[in-house]
């Protein structure tokens, strides 16, 4: 298929290539700073850089908004698109009756819309990931729409499925939960041992056994431990009072704790 893509940021530096390596043509990469465009552009077979918003002349069949959420409808409000494109957004939050609504009042001819989510974390400038076992998550205005996505989908990826906006909000909120909390609270944990001069290598293989054990249950509730979990009430009250002079630390951990405690009088496990 055709590909131009819009934006140029820490998905798109992934989906454009893996899109590529599956046949496909990128023509066109627009960003708002066009260094970025560039940059992504250099990973391209021979894709080039387009410095505006009107892809009226694009060769184009499918377009990727690949945008900060809160800029889809800013940047839907310029776009200009050759008729009966399909312009897909890549967002776990936004719903696509949004991205309808902002063609059929921006747009002056008719555009397809879907939604083409990759439930994975991706970072800019790391090594290219592997699509194959990335889950995608497939929306589209209309059946013939939503056919193309899913053979695209399947071109790149092993798990494709057709989801609801609904359904993919509660998958995106489920992944904050997993990825973007889990990984802050990593980086805390990195915080607290460095600013005592320890090496946060020594707390590697504890995050390495909790993610492999986690999933490799059906429920990582059946395998929590800890003073929370184990109700050491000793223990969590020498935590607070190390925690003392640092209050955003102390109330995370109560929080926390408090979710497992409620968590585990709440279960039958
Ligand atoms: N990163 C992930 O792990 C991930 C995973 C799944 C889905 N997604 C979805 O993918 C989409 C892009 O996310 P991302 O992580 O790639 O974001 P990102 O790295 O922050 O890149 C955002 C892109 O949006 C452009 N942009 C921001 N504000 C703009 C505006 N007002 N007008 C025009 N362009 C604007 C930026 O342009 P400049 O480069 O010029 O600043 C950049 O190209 C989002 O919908 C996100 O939910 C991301």
Known sequence: MEISFIGAGNLA??????????????????????????????NLYDARTHSDLNFADSPSRLFVLAVSDQAIETVCSQLVLPENAILVHTSGGQSLKNLEHWMAIYSDVPIRTGVFYALQTFTRGRSFMAFE??????????????????????????????????????????????????????????????????????????ISETFRKGLAVG???????????RSDLVTLDKHLTYLQS???LSEMYQVLTESIQQYYATHDL
């Open 13 to 42: 530096w992934h989906l454009a290539p893996a899109l590529e390596n599956a046949g496909h043509h990128i023509n066109e990469v627009y960003s708002r700073q066009l260094q970025h465009a560039r940059q992504l552009v250099s």
């Open 133 to 206: 076992g990335i889950p995608l998550c497939i929306e589209a205005s209309d059946p013939s729409t939503e056919e193309a996505l899913v053979q695209l989908g399947q071109d790149i990826s092993d798990i494709v499925y057709i989801v609801s906006s609904e359904e993919r909000l509660t998958l995106h909120i489920s992944a904050v939960f997993a990825c973007n909390f889990t990984n802050h609270l990593m980086a805390l944990a990195h915080d607290l041992t460095v600013q005592q001069g320890l090496e946060f290598d020594l707390l590697k293989p504890l």
């Open 219 to 229: 429920n990582p509730a059946d395998v929590q431990t800890g003073p929370a979990r």
């Open 246 to 248: 640092q209050p955003r």
